[in-house]
C-alpha cells in the first residue's frame, strides 16, 4: 500500500519567493499533520486538519505561513514569502481519527532558503 | 506547553553493547510513543506505551512507561549496526472533550553502532 507522499523532496530557493510544499495521506485516513524539523527545535507540529478541516493551527510560526486542505487527498503548506529561517525538513502525516491511532509520516522534503 | 527532554542527545557505541534512552518531563501524559527515524525518511512509529508502569518488549527493544506517565526510557540489549537512527519520544496530550491528541516530540537521541 502507497504511504504518504510528499513532494517535491527537495527545494532550494531565494528568499522573497513563494513555496508550495505538497502532500497525499494514506487513503481512508482523516487526520493530516504538518510538522517542521530543524536540529535546534526538533520536530515541531504546525497544523492539524481532522475531515479536511483545520483543528489546531497553533503551531503556526507566522502569517507567512498557510495551509489547505481541499479534499481528503491532498494538502498544500504554502510560505510566502520565504525566509532563510524556513529552512528545515518539513512532514506530513496521516492517521485515522482518535488521539491514540498511530501516525504515517511521509519522507518529507527538505527545504532550503538562501 | 508540554516539554519532553531526551537524554542522552548522542550516543556511540560498539556492537554488542547495551543502551538506555531516557524521555523526562514534568507534565503528564495519556501515552507516550517511540519513533526510530533514519536519514531522508520520516519517523516510523516502534510502540505507543499507555498504562504507568507499562512495560513492551519488541525483540531486543524494552520501552517503560513512568508510573506518573511522566517519563518513559527505551533500552535496547545487545545493540547491532541496524539500529543505528534517530530515536524520537512523543508524548501524547488529549485536547478536553475531543478526540484530539497533540503529540509533542523530544529532541531525539542519535544512536550509532559500530560494527
Known amino acids: 500500500d502507497a504511504g504518504v507522499i510528499q513532494s517535491p523532496r527537495h527545494e532550494v530557493t531565494e528568499m522573497g519567493q513563494e513555496v508550495t510544499l505538497r502532500c497525499k495521506p494514506i487513503s481512508g485516513h482523516n487526520s493530516l499533520f504538518w510538522y517542521r524539523q530543524t536540529m535546534m527545535r526538533g520536530l515541531e507540529l504546525l497544523i492539524y486538519?481532522?475531515?479536511?478541516?483545520?483543528?489546531?493551527d497553533s503551531g503556526m510560526p507566522e502569517d507567512r505561513f498557510s495551509a489547505k486542505m481541499p479534499n481528503a487527498s491532498f494538502s498544500t503548506l504554502k510560505i510566502q514569502p520565504s525566509e532563510p529561517r524556513d529552512s528545515a525538513v518539513y512532514f506530513c502525516?496521516?492517521?485515522?481519527?482518535?488521539?491514540?491511532?498511530?501516525?504515517?509520516f511521509g519522507d518529507g522534503t527538505r527545504l532550503s532558503i538562501l | 506547553t508540554q516539554l519532553l527532554e531526551q537524554s542522552p542527545q548522542f550516543l556511540s557505541i560498539q556492537e554488542g553493547e547495551n543502551l538506555t534512552v531516557y524521555c523526562n518531563s514534568s507534565?503528564?501524559?495519556?501515552?507516550l510513543q517511540w519513533y526510530r527515524q533514519e536519514p531522508g525518511e520520516g519517523p516510523v512509529l516502534l510502540v505507543t506505551?499507555?498504562?504507568?508502569?507499562e512495560v513492551k518488549k519488541l525483540k531486543r527493544l524494552t520501552f517503560q512507561f513512568g508510573d506518573a506517565r511522566k517519563d518513559s526510557s527505551l533500552h535496547i540489549t545487545a545493540a547491532q549496526p541496524g539500529d543505528t537512527g534517530l530515536y524520537l519520544c512523543a508524548g501524547l496530550v488529549r485536547a478536553g472533550g475531543t478526540s484530539y491528541g497533540k503529540l509533542t516530540f523530544g529532541q531525539g537521541t542519535i544512536l550509532t553502532v559500530h560494527p
Open positions: 506505551v499507555v498504562t504507568g508502569g
Open positions: 486538519f481532522n475531515n479536511n478541516v483545520p483543528i489546531d
Open positions: 502525516a496521516s492517521s485515522l481519527s482518535g488521539s491514540r491511532q498511530p501516525q504515517h
Open positions: 507534565s503528564v501524559f495519556s501515552s
